[in-house]
């Protein structure tokens, strides 16, 4: 362990905003884990996989961490080589939770499964976007030690240089306003999709098709690939109420990359939330009017004003002096009490896209695709994903539910529109 590993001559970092809301509300058999796939074109050498972690493992130091927590604050502390022996191991389950409490080693793991490389971590290390691109390493990595030479470029780091400073920033910190508007926390309860049975597990399916053929059909109608996709979602949960108007709104969170807005590299977590919503208690929508809601509601979302109040507000309540010099043991009640009314109660499931997935042309052909999914939240039952990679788009569900009507109307719809599909059970 080098004494500035983290460029502050400590080694343990701060958690970012919010590292410290999955941090403090995890518990002992839960916690928020996110997993990144690639399907490869060749069966996996898990000890060739092992040593390219430990290739990259220098350069990514903000990912190779453990809990460390004094009377203030828990904060990430870097582990060591040998701290790293067992986390390359083979797929027993998807996304179950990374062990947090007893466990000295990375709060990630590595999984392979046949030609199947998998980035599980639990969510306070990293979003989706900082994922694909530990992935991206890891699998450059593995292939440059099987002696195919992997330009820098895409997103594919050096790893004989330092970490930048830059990427390990806490970018809502960077970019707080203590002066300007904060949007509101307010917001109505929504509907909740209970499964109508379940067996503990998170249960996958994943439907692929061309990007061409959704961009068209999304050109059609004047909208984006995320907002016509965005739209089939909340379709497909209002054609599967039972009485829609006695439901209560279905809101469909989609995380935004800020990166883009702040021409940040940060390595860490770095998204906000759209949330798009319908109220079938007020209304009997199409597909058409959904979609007309979903396009407006979207374009509010992205306003630079709206986004820079959602940063401030994030940020105002862990930065208030009785936030900061709380001690740690009584900051869990509040910012857990903060989560269950303000977190996954306004929101009826997630719908992230990853968006196009780009690496080098010579790592291309070793690859077949990249997808993502979303393992179990708090109180939410079904998620989604989206991702690119080369001409296939791909659509993963997540449900702790065994079986899942909500993928099988979203699949028959974009079939119905003339979609090729293949569908497959992860």
Not at 384 to 409: C, D, R
Request: glycine fraction near 4%.
């Amino acid at each position: 362990m080098t004494k500035d590993i983290f460029l502050n001559g400590k080694p343990y970092i701060d958690l970012d905003i919010s590292a410290q809301l999955y941090s403090y509300t995890k518990t002992k058999t839960w916690n928020q884990t996110i997993r990144i796939s690639a399907e490869m074109t060749e069966e996996v050498d898990p000890k060739l996989l092992y040593d390219a972690l430990m290739l990259i493992k220098p350069r990514f130091p903000s990912f190779f961490v453990k809990f460390y927590e004094d009377f203030f604050w828990k904060r990430f502390q870097a582990v060591s080589d040998e701290e790293c022996q067992n986390v390359v191991e083979k797929e027993k389950e998807i996304c179950r939770p990374i062990d947090t409490e007893n466990d000295s080693r990375p709060l990630f793991r590595v999984l392979y499964s046949g030609s199947r490389i998998s980035f599980e971590t639990f969510h306070g290390v990293t979003d989706g976007r900082g994922a694909i691109v530990f992935l991206k390493n890891l699998i450059a990595a593995y292939l440059t030690l099987s002696g195919i030479e992997i330009p820098k470029e895409n997103e594919v780091l050096d790893w004989n240089e330092s970490p930048k400073a830059e990427e390990l920033e806490d970018t809502f910190i960077k970019n707080y306003d203590p002066k300007g508007k904060r949007l509101s926390r307010s917001g109505k309860a929504v509907y909740q999709y209970k499964p109508e049975s379940e067996d503990g597990k998170l249960h996958a399916v994943q439907g692929r098709f061309f990007v061409d053929e959704i961009k068209a059909l999304s050109k059609e109608q004047g909208a984006t690939i995320t907002e016509y996709l965005t739209a089939v979602y909340i379709y497909s949960f209002y054609k599967n109420l039972d009485s829609p108007r006695k439901s209560k709104p279905i809101t469909i969170e989609v995380p935004m990359d800020i990166r883009r807005f702040y021409n940040s590299v940060s390595l860490r977590n770095s998204s906000l939330y759209a949330n798009i919503t319908i109220e079938p208690a007020k209304f009997e929508y199409t597909f058409e009017d959904i979609l007309k809601q979903t396009k407006k509601q979207f374009k509010e979302g992205i306003e630079p004003t709206i986004i820079q109040e959602n940063v401030n507000v994030n940020v105002h309540d862990s930065v208030m002096p009785l936030a900061r010099y709380s001690p740690s043991f009584l900051k869990k009640p509040f910012i857990k009490l903060a989560f269950i009314l303000y977190g996954e109660r306004l929101f009826t499931s997630p719908l992230s896209n990853l968006g196009v997935v780009q690496v080098p042309k010579e790592m291309e052909n070793h690859i077949k695709y990249i997808y993502a999914v979303i393992g179990k939240t708090y109180k939410n039952r079904i998620y989604a994903t989206v991702s690119s990679f080369k001409s296939t788009m791909l659509v993963t569900f997540s449900s702790t539910g065994t079986e899942n009507p909500i993928a099988q109307t979203y699949f028959s719809f974009l079939e119905d529109k003339g979609i090729n599909l293949i569908k497959e059970t992860l």
